[in-house]
């Protein structure tokens, strides 16, 4: 199966899991969908679609990169698109006794990767990916981030826009660096910054 270099980006609904857990099941199973569309309908780079995965969805592009720019932007775009339907969808559901913990429990992270180690095949009418940098990938949505909302970008990406300073692309906040180690894979480097301020402007 012939490998190709692939953006991968995963936004992640946190909060998930206690939002299923603690809230109606009649109300949870309306907004996560609901939220998990507002996702896939607020790509504006051409991001492909590979997998809805309960509380994420699991973007790729192939071929040419975005520039810097437009892929922060759009990161941006899906966090303010996010809450914009958090709060339609508080109101819409304010009649539910658990309507008002959902922009409070609900949140969004996004994990931006870049790597040669993607393959990939049609299953039904879906790209099913596969490869050590998709495991990578998935792997970063648990890391030692102490924050709740962010993007995450490995340095598979800072790598790909090394003639770039990755600070300039962000004008809310600075981005910090860290690294986690994972079995079978190692350690694996990062940077991150804080998405709040993004509604807090």
């Known amino acids: 199966m012939k490998t190709t270099p692939t953006l991968l980006c995963i936004p992640d609904i946190s909060g998930f899991t206690e939002f299923m857990s603690e809230t109606d099941f009649d109300l949870s199973s309306k907004v996560i969908p609901t939220l998990l569309n507002k996702i896939i309908y607020s790509n504006k780079i051409g991001l492909k679609v590979s997998e809805i995965e309960g509380d994420a969805v699991l973007f790729f592009r192939t071929g040419k990169m975005p520039p810097l720019k437009k892929l922060i932007e759009q990161c941006e775009n899906f966090y303010i698109e996010f809450y914009k339907q958090l709060d339609e969808l508080r109101d819409q559901y304010k009649d539910s006794k658990d309507a008002p913990i959902i922009p409070e429990v609900l949140g969004l992270?996004?994990?931006l990767h870049y790597g040669e180690e993607v393959a990939s095949t049609k299953v039904g009418n879906r790209i099913k990916l596969f490869g050590e940098d998709l495991i990578v990938a998935h792997r970063l949505l648990k890391n030692k981030i102490r924050m709740d909302e962010y993007i995450l970008l490995s340095d598979g990406i800072s790598n790909y826009y090394k003639e770039h300073d990755l600070d300039d692309s962000f004008d809310w906040?600075?981005?910090?660096?860290?690294f986690t180690e994972y079995d079978?894979?190692?350690?694996v480097y990062y940077h991150y910054i804080n998405l709040k301020p993004l509604i807090s402007k």
């Open 173 to 178: 906040g600075q981005l910090k660096k860290n």
């Open 109 to 111: 992270k996004i994990i």
């Open 184 to 187: 079978h894979v190692g350690k």
